[in-house]
């Protein structure tokens, strides 16, 4: 507030920046500038301006009483002036310079069905996210929907188990049964499945057990019949994310076989065996029993094996490519998306977000400018898409201009 005074902010701004002005021509360093035009407004009782000064040119913000922004720039005489960087401090034309754009169409929002239950259930490891019953996914779509989200990967929570995961084949199994749900109602919403053993499998592994060890062969049998039975189901595009070798060409080869050449493979290519899965797995109960997933996922040790990795998925006839988590590895998204003409998917995983409420709900971090940044940097390290817990909030940040 300007509590005494008559005297306006449009004055104060002219009084405080011909002040800067006058000071930086006389040669004064830029912070000495900044500290003199903060006192005197101190002086006046105003709130704390922003004040940008370069070489050349100084600007002055300040907040109005009633929260409108109020600007002025000052060109040094002796300088030429760099358009480019002025003009980035008006918002309008800092939106227009932007080098990465995000949309709501690259963003796919992963929802839990559990077969066992009616309504919905707030999942404990990932807050403000929730498991859906048959009857309640097609809340989840429509909401959705009203935030501007038309992409959703699909996770199924299986009333039962057993030692192969039959039930991730099942004609009527949870996630067939979603996608005919999502269907019947939502016909132009698009739904992928993420296709993987071990939500279905009683060890948790995400394949057939051989001994201790997935049985790599024998598990591409089944993956390929579980990608079949969520094609006929409905689903516009499946996403084997077992890294199991050679699984994409195996379920390409059975969707080709059945009729449908065109639904597309998106590989989780470059799968790391990663802490930031922990509440996942909590949330879809897929923790293996006993041993790791180090066998089949990727030491995040590797960068040139991640390369390898979607060289495989790409000559198997992958369509979309995938580095799954995002944050911790930006420099794997980069190389792989010059490396690559397919299009590149990002995971933006459980821990990544599980990490960023806690932060922000302990009053550490901004939350909402957190989500932001963590996402445009991930499009800005060169993916497409991104699947995001946050995908709905991120659709609104990106509809309202705050990114993208
Ligand atoms: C299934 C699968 C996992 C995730 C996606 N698909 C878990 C895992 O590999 O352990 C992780 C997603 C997340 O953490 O958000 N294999």
Redesign the pocket.
Known sequence: MYPTLELDYNKLLDMVSEMGYRLMKSGAEIYRVEESIQRLLQAYGAPRGEVFAIPNCLMVSLTSPDGRPVTQIRRMPTHGTDIYLLEKYNGLCRRLCRETRLSPDSLIY?IFVDETLRGKRPIEALPGQFHYGLDAVCEAVSDCLAAGVTHCIL?GLPREKDAVGSSAWAKHGVVQEAIRAIKAKYPDFYVIT?V?M??YTDHGH?GILCGQSVDNDKTLEVLAKTALSHVEAGADMVAP??MMDGRVAAIRAVLDEHGYETTPIMA?SA?YASA??????AA?G??PSFGD?KGY?MDPHNRKEALKECALDEAEGADILMV??ALSYLDVIRECSDAFDLPMCA?S???E?AMIKAAGAAGLVDEYRIMCESALSVFRAGANMLIT?YAKELAQAIQKGDIG
């Not at 930031?276 to 797995?281: D, E, K, L």
Request: aromatic content about 26%; proline content about 10%; charged content about 25%.
């Open positions: 992963p996770f993420d993987c071990c939500e995400c994310s077992d989780y799968k930031f899965y922990g509440p996942f797995r879809a897929s923790a997933r996922q799954k988590p995971y995983v459980s821990g977000y817990y």
